[in-house]
């Protein structure tokens, strides 16, 4: 379980601090999906990058599992599985040397890197490419990649940003599957997305952010019964709308 409450960052700028996340606060639970959305330059992504110890905030606490990600960062680290905004795989490696690197870091032996391997290789569909070296893979592969790598040491809690962008229809699939295949085994899941149909059919709540604060949260049937719409995207805008206006 991630527990994010009242976090606050901002940064330097020429024209003065630029408060990019504001009081910020939401729970992801075990064996949900939790969605966090936001327009561009909302505040969202900064606010996975300080989830996953990358960012610190200026105020505010954030705990996975109930260790402190300032107090007890290793902790947290060694319980979270992510899948950042840029993918970033090491082209001259293969595919599962990739995989056993991030494993090794985690302080895996090398019977569970491979056990744990070929359990990921089957899941994500990589037989195909896990032995080829990664300079020249599609988007698809570089995704499934960086995910396996990420889910190497089995953590309970798992932030996965934008995972589905730039990938095929089949791919997509795919992955929609396993996203469900992690909630199922009981992981905590944190999902975002600009796809309105992926988040409808797979957040259990969603957490919408705006100028760096939360502008709703709740479940899609709550958040499309608290704006009066009956389409998941119509809700959004209308939330985003609301928003704008008070900074227009």
């Known amino acids: 379980m991630i527990d994010v409450t009242d976090l606050h960052k901002s940064f330097a ?3 003065g601090a630029v408060h990019a996340v504001q009081g910020v606060s ?35 606490t954030i705990t996975v599992d109930g260790f402190s990600t ?30 056993a690197y991030f494993g090794r870091l985690h302080g895996m032996s090398e019977a569970l890197i491979a056990e744990r391997t070929e359990r990921l290789v089957a899941t994500l569909g990589m037989s195909e490419f896990i032995d080829r070296q990664c300079e020249g893979f599609s988007q ?26 730039g990938l095929d229809v089949m791919t997509t699939r795919g992955l929609r599957e396993f996203l469900l295949q992690l909630k199922a085994e009981g992981r905590c899941v944190i999902f975002s997305s600009h796809i309105m149909q992926e988040v409808a059919a797979l957040c259990d709540r969603i957490v919408v952010i705006a100028h760096g604060k939360v502008v709703a949260n709740g479940t899609p049937d709550e958040i499309r019964r608290n704006t009066g719409e009956s389409n998941l995207e119509e809700a959004f805008v209308k939330v985003i709308g609301s928003e704008e206006g008070l900074h227009a």
């Not at 290793?74 to 993918?87: F, I, K, N, W």
């Not at 698809?140 to 962008?165: C, F, M, S, W, Y």
């Open 140 to 165: 698809g592969q570089r995704t499934k990649t960086a995910i396996a790598r990420a889910l190497i040491h089995d953590p309970k809690n798992v932030i996965l940003d934008e995972p589905t962008n």
């Open 26 to 60: 939401f729970s992801a639970r075990d064996g949900e999906i939790t969605g966090v959305l936001g327009p561009n330059g909302a505040g969202k992504t900064t606010t996975l990058r300080m989830l996953y110890t990358l960012m610190s905030a200026d105020s505010g």
């Open 70 to 99: 300032t107090a007890q960062s290793y902790e947290v680290r060694s319980r979270l599985g992510v899948l950042p905004d840029a993918r970033g795989v090491y082209k001259r490696l293969t595919a599962r040397e990739n995989i």
């Open 13 to 15: 700028a020429k024209t």
